[in-house]
């Protein structure tokens, strides 16, 4: 199959030659290509973008959400294939992709109601028979810039809410995972979708996201990636005064103290360290454990991650995918190797699997380094596969202090059975998403979803916080007195 991008409404080649395979992470098939698409391509896509808005902003916000709910029964009607498609393409075991499914069809909803809400708020005015009020307005063409590892749930936060509040959009998603943006970008044209609302971009970071970056008529960039290309999506957008909204990295700690529930917890770290092969944003890759309980927690994580079985995700019986690609694979392998020399001791896992049945994709087998200390790499960077390191602590102010002290700020948990440690971590945990009995990943999409620090720069995807991204406020002011009064004049002198 060969993909195509999507611009006012039509299916059209690129005019690259050039092509990359779309690769099966689980066997190395490959399902298709992908053009790199040009400066020139991202050029026609905001002009549609830009021709489509005009109308789309005027059409009634409820009516814009019917196209949501559509959009919704679609992905619903379509959750399995969806399902087995993103499992093909990403890698992730096919329960997870159907929950990813799921999350677009929530989203979907959830912004469909948008359409009835999108509150503004009424004020009293200082003046005499004067009517003062703030509404969102929307803002334009919006850009998105998308991952691999949630590649439909992702483009649904980001698209659904610009849509319902009156953007058009241009959208590039990551080279890795075309596949599951045509299915949307099918869906788009099935519902009727107005052409232009919607623009699908395939192609490489740096010409078509550079390119949609620069472009006076896309206002607002919507990025979701590592740091090392946010930083450089925010220094360019910086230049071009361009509203950017950066969802990124994380390194996601469990602090497990003395009086948890340990199996809880055990089931929480594996479900959060392990789904997805460790590659999500929330994955939990660090474990903050009370000295007390070290030994035991060690000894039924290591039984747990032995029952863990690795493969192809199509197969219902598996539990660990492949991770994405090589260059993941061997990510993971250079850091696992620093933690050995760092002095970590490695209690489970820390090879690559390439024997029968592994030999044609990327498999890493669950890990987990233990006598981790906090200044370690592999207590510091972002691994995003399959493993976790634990580091020991004496006290829950010495967990919030560790938890703390990386340079990310995603989500953290607690698992613990004391009201007061309970509440006093979800006040002092400096992370976006805190959760308690319960691991670091699961986030539900009517909640703002983002972090502190240098996971991100203030904004939020879901949630009506989602809304800020792509609204501008308008502050209006109707005087009905009649004649002409001036506000910010002091009378009394
Ligand atoms: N906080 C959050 O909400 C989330 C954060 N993430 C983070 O995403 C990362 C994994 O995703 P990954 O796809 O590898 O991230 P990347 O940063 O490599 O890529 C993200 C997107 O940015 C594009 N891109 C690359 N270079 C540029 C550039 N110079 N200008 C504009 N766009 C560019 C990529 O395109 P290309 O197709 O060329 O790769 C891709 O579409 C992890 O760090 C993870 O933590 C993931 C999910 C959620
Ligand atoms: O598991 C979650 O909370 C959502 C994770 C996610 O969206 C991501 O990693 O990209």
Redesign the pocket.
């Known amino acids: 199959m060969r993909i195509k991008n999507y611009i006012g409404g039509k299916w059209i080649d690129s005019e690259q030659l050039q092509q990359v395979p779309i690769v099966n992470p689980a066997n190395g098939t490959v399902l298709g290509e992908v053009p790199l698409s040009t400066k020139a391509e991202v050029e026609m896509a905001v002009s549609a973008a830009k021709e489509a808005q005009k109308k789309w902003a005027l059409i009634p916000a409820p009516k814009r959400a019917d196209y949501l709910y559509e959009i919704g029964y679609k992905l619903r009607e379509k959750k399995e294939h969806l399902a087995q498609v993103l499992t093909s393409e990403m890698g992730k075991v096919i329960e997870e992709a159907r929950g990813e499914v799921q999350e677009g069809i929530d989203m979907a909803f959830y912004m469909a109601g948008e359409g009835r809400r999108l509150f503004g708020e009424t004020t009293p005015s200082e003046l005499a028979d004067k009517f003062a009020m703030s509404v969102r307005s929307p803002i334009g063409v919006v850009g998105l810039i998308t991952?691999w590892?949630?590649p439909i749930?992702?483009a649904t936060w980001k698209s659904f809410p610009a849509i319902v509040a009156g953007n058009t959009f241009v959208w590039k998603p990551s080279i890795e995972t075309p596949l599951m943006a045509y299915e949307l970008g099918k869906i788009f044209e099935e519902v009727g979708l107005p052409d232009g609302v919607a623009n699908i971009v395939f192609g490489s970071g740096s010409t078509v996201g550079t390119a949609m970056i620069e472009h006076p008529d896309i206002k607002v960039i919507s990025f979701?990636g590592s740091n090392a290309t946010g930083s450089k999506v925010a220094e360019l957008g910086g230049r071009h005064l361009k509203k950017v909204s950066l969802e990124m990295g994380g390194k996601n700690a469990v602090i497990v103290m003395d009086d948890a529930n340990l199996s809880l917890a055990v089931d929480g770290i594996v479900w959060s360290a392990f789904g997805?092969a460790g590659?999500?944003?929330?994955?939990c890759s660090r474990v903050i454990v009370h000295k007390d309980i070290k030994q035991e927690l060690e000894e039924m994580l290591v039984e747990a991650i032995s029952q863990l079985t690795v493969g192809d995700g199509l197969d219902p019986a598996i539990k660990v995918g492949p991770v994405i690609n090589r260059k993941a694979l061997e990510k993971i392998n250079y850091y696992v190797q620093i933690g050995k020399q760092e002095g970590a001791k490695l209690l489970a896992g820390g090879k690559i699997l390439s024997a029968p049945p592994f030999e044609k994709g990327f498999y890493f087998e669950p890990t987990i380094f233990t006598d981790v200390k906090n200044d370690m790499m592999i207590a510091q960077e972002e691994i995003f596969g399959p493993v976790i390191s634990i580091i020991e602590v004496c006290s829950l102010e010495e967990a919030i202090e560790v938890n703390n002290s990386v340079k990310f700020g995603l989500?953290s948990s607690i698992f613990s059975q004391d009201i007061n440690k309970i509440f006093k971590a979800q006040r002092d945990l400096d992370t976006g998403?805190v959760y308690v009995n319960a691991g670091t990943?699961?986030?539900e999409i009517h909640l703002p979803?983002g972090g502190t620090k240098g996971t991100g720069n203030g904004h939020r995807d879901s949630g009506q916080a989602a809304l800020d991204v792509f609204t501008e406020w308008k502050s209006i002011y109707v005087d009905y007195s009649g004649k002409l009064q001036r506000a910010q004049i002091d009378t009394e002198n």
């Open positions: 991952p590892n949630f749930a992702i979701t997805t590659q999500r944003c929330t994955a989500s998403i990943t699961g986030a979803f």
